[in-house]
């Protein structure tokens, strides 16, 4: 094999492999479900309007008409694991001469909401002219960032014991940083500290989560 | 030796961060859902409203299909390899009292990795429907 081949070959390579490790991350389809409709022999547009708002909202938030009077109602869910919503339906009334039409279509983002399009308009539709109403699984909520005295982080803020005006701040990402700039790394496993800093360091957590101890060190969790 | 490898190490790098800078880009993608046009057409049968949906559909996204026989039109973009689509549309068809018909246009999408907004989705499929005679 000559060199060039070889490069390509090994480029090749290199691509299967990030596609293969970052796979999970193109499953994720748009699901819509279409096909709900319901005719109604009396009522007008405001009444359908006033059944899709109330509809909308026992299951999304922010149910809203896309402009005063047109009868056209959208609505989605609380934020998912990527801090963006993962489901909307749609409802939309229409006035006839006698009574309204009303169409009901959903749209969610897969794998991440927990229920499909089929199930959250089912349940809309069924909300707006009576039916059976399924249990929606709740939306998973994305991680919250640790506050401090968290006994399973070292995220926050960290005083030296005893060299005064010392400080450490250690992030979700596991990156150190002292009050005079200096970064470093931390670690943990367990109760036992690992930091990287000036050379590398073993350090115990206390139970309680708020001090740690060892290799010269004497730290106090700031909450 | 050690140059070879050198070069074969830089060589791999490039290759993965093509890929990671590929997927990276996808890990943002959200839901994007629009309510489009709601068009009143006179004189003109629901069958009319049918064959256009249909015709817009695959157009702009590639495949349609009605919901049974409601004359509700559901399209959706290009699947992956993996069987993933990232758009998808609806194309509500209603007859009227006497002679004609409503159509609205529904659409999703998730960008990246689908090309298009699904705003954009909308207004293609409303211009493409209305364009047709």
Known sequence: ?223 | MARTFCTRLAVAAVGFAVVFGLAGRSAQAALDVVVGARNVVQSEPVSSCDSKASRALISVLGRAAEIGDTHEWKGAGAVDAAGSSFAAAAVHCYPLDGTGYVVTFTCAAQAPPAPESASVICSQLADNFGGQH
């Open chain 1, 1 to 223: 094999m000559n060199p060039r081949t070889r490069r390509v070959a090994i480029v090749a390579a290199a691509l299967l492999a990030g596609v293969v490790w970052y796979a999970p991350a193109a499953l994720a389809s748009v699901d819509l479900s279409v096909g709900i409709r319901k005719l109604s022999d009396t009522g007008s547009l405001a009444d359908c309007s006033a059944k899709a708002k109330a509809s909308l909202e026992a299951f999304l938030v922010e149910a809203s008409e896309t402009s005063p009077g047109s009868g056209d109602w959208i609505a989605h869910s609380t934020n998912g694991v990527a801090g963006t919503p993962t489901a909307t339906a749609v409802v939309r009334c229409l006035a006839l001469s006698k009574g309204y039409v009303v169409t009901f279509t959903c749209a969610v983002q897969l794998p991440d909401n927990p229920y499909g399009a089929d199930a959250l308009c089912l349940d809309v539709a069924h909300k707006f002219y009576g039916g059976a109403i399924t249990a929606l699984a709740a939306i998973p909520t994305p991680t919250p960032m640790p506050t401090g005295c968290a006994t399973n982080s070292l995220v926050g803020t960290w005083v030296s014991d005893d060299k005064p005006g010392l400080t450490f701040t250690m992030d979700l990402t596991g990156n150190v940083t002292d009050s005079e700039g200096v970064s470093g790394n931390w670690g943990l496993k367990g109760t036992t500290v690992t930091l990287t800093y000036y050379g590398n360091h073993t350090l115990t957590l206390s139970a309680d989560g708020k001090h740690m101890h060892g290799d010269g060190y004497s730290l106090t969790r700031k909450c």
